[in-house]
């Protein structure tokens, strides 16, 4: 694909998946990353799409700031650091069919578990957990929404907690996502795609900048009822999506 084509599509993408990501604090990132997918190869896809959500989620984070959950940090980056020295020595490529029914799954699970075994972020063995599992996807998908958001659903933490908490968890995650897929680019692929320049980059941080803003600013204006109701609705949407995609997929090989 011609490259100002590919820029022409990623940019307008980029802008309105951070405008989604600031109003509910997901959804951006898995839209995002099948754009990227079809405009270039996988390896550069994830570099874009880590720096782009990784300046998205942290300019969030810098505007909640005050409302992050604070207790729940230390427990899930342990998780990560688990999972990412796994990788590290391993390096591991799980099939992206069973990772999607997986991913898309886990929210719909949530939704019965007792509440005894609920995927509550707030007690120190699930956030472990989630760190473990959501830095996994990530590494292996390069997005992991429906995951992350499973783990709030069953939290008494507000709105604006819970937008400002996944955005610095997210911030990390994307990290090492690019460091990742920076490794992968220069040991085993052939470098990085033509879009995957300087000034391209530093374009799209400055539109994902532009729709965090934006986003983060509708969502003061948003009811903490309305957004449960909306938040938990396009979570199990995009969930069944992504889990009906990734079954397709793997039956139709």
Not at 108 to 126: E, V
């Amino acid at each position: 694909m011609n490259t100002l084509v590919a820029l022409a599509i990623a940019l307008p993408a980029i802008f309105l998946t951070s405008l989604l990501s600031g109003m509910a604090g997901m959804a951006g990132g898995f839209v995002l990353i099948v754009v990227l997918v079809v405009l270039m190869p996988v390896p550069s896809a994830m570099i874009l799409h880590g720096i782009v959500q990784g300046v998205a989620n942290g300019s969030r984070f810098w505007f909640l700031r005050q409302h992050t959950a604070w207790r729940i940090l230390p427990w899930y980056f342990i998780g990560v650091i688990l999972i990412t020295a796994i990788f590290s020595v391993f390096l591991i490529v799980a099939d992206p069919a069973v990772v999607l029914i997986a991913a898309g799954g886990l929210p719909w699970l949530s939704q019965f578990t007792p509440a005894r075994f609920s995927l509550d972020i707030t007690r120190p063995s699930i956030a472990l957990i989630c760190g473990i599992v959501v830095t996994g996807v990530q590494l292996i998908a390069g997005a992991s929404g429906p995951v992350l958001d499973a783990f709030y659903q069953r939290t008494d933490l507000n709105r604006f907690e819970v937008v400002a908490t996944k955005a610095v968890t997210q911030t990390i995650g994307h990290v090492v996502k690019v460091i990742y897929f920076l490794f992968i680019s220069a040991t085993v692929t052939d470098g990085t795609h033509a879009l995957l320049s300087w000034w391209v980059i530093g374009l799209a941080i400055v539109v994902s900048l532009i729709g965090t803003r934006i986003g983060t600013r509708v969502l003061e204006k948003v009811s903490e009822a309305r957004f449960r109701r909306w938040t938990n609705v396009l979570i199990l949407g995009l969930g069944a999506v992504v889990a009906v995609g990734g079954a397709i997929d793997l039956l139709t090989r």
